[in-house]
T-cell receptor
Framework: RKEVEQDPGPFNVPEGATVAFNCTYSNSASQSFFWYRQDCRKEPKLLMSVYSSGNEDGRFTAQLNRASQYISLLIRDSKLSDSATYLCVVNLEGSARQLTFGSGTQLTVLP | DAGVIQSPRHEVTEMGQEVTLRCKPISGHDYLFWYRQTMMRGLELLIYFNNNVPIDDSGMPEDRFSAKMPNASFSTLKIQPSEPRDSAVYFC????????FGSGTRLTVV
């Protein structure tokens, strides 16, 4: 079983739609959670951290369910510029301060 | 701040040749990571350093791969001899709190 699992998609949605991505992680000791965005042929960039209480950044909402080991990302009113691959990322704190990446969910927002 | 700088951006080499990828982390970042990304396996951590010391190299695929960090401002990832299955995008990242990735080196071994 992969440490971080995501639906690879692709998700093709019309502009203005709401789209949700899900992610599960296997290590219950994971402490920090993130969503990264990766544009085609570019490097991953941090989109937002995910907090236990859930958090929102403009049109983006992230949620964490520790009991189910489940993370989600909701994008409202999607824009053409949201087209990218979204990577779910977890960090097992401690001496090994490294990120484990999901394989990503590809989103295309259509005009 | 110029960010994490990687070179070269693209590398095409013949099987059996030595390949050296370079990375300059952001000044003051005490962690440096090397990742490899392929369509099949996604982003995989190869090795990471803390204060120039290799901490975990368990992700290095085999002895053909080696990495060094001689000082706080420079790291190399070397593949010798290279094989076609090494073709991938290799990312370097550095961090203090948040990660910053370089633009990557796209390696093609023919």
């Amino acid at each position: 079983r992969k440490e971080v699992e995501q639906d690879p998609g692709p998700f093709n949605v019309p502009e203005g739609a709401t789209v949700a991505f899900n992610c599960t992680y296997s290590n219950s000791a994971s402490q920090s959670f993130f969503w990264y965005r990766q544009d085609c042929r570019k490097e991953p960039k941090l989109l937002m951290s995910v907090y236990s209480s859930g958090n929102e950044d403009g049109r983006f909402t992230a949620q964490l369910n520790r009991a189910s080991q489940y993370i989600s990302l909701l994008i409202r009113d999607s824009k053409l510029s949201d087209s990218a691959t979204y990577l779910c990322v977890v960090n097992l704190e401690g001496s090994a301060r490294q990120l484990t990446f999901g394989s990503g969910t590809q989103l295309t927002v259509l005009p | 701040d110029a960010g994490v700088i990687q070179s070269p951006r693209h590398e095409v080499t013949e099987m059996g040749q030595e390949v050296t990828l370079r990375c300059k982390p952001i000044s003051g970042h005490d962690y440096l990571f090397w990742y490899r990304q392929t369509m099949m396996r996604g982003l995989e951590l190869l090795i990471y350093f803390n204060n120039n010391v290799p901490i975990d190299d368990s992700g290095m695929p085999e002895d053909r791969f080696s990495a060094k960090m001689p000082n706080a401002s420079f790291s190399t990832l070397k593949i010798q001899p290279s094989e076609p299955r090494d073709s991938a995008v290799y990312f370097c990242a550095s961090r203090v709190h948040g990660y910053t990735f370089g633009s990557g080196t796209r390696l093609t071994v023919v």
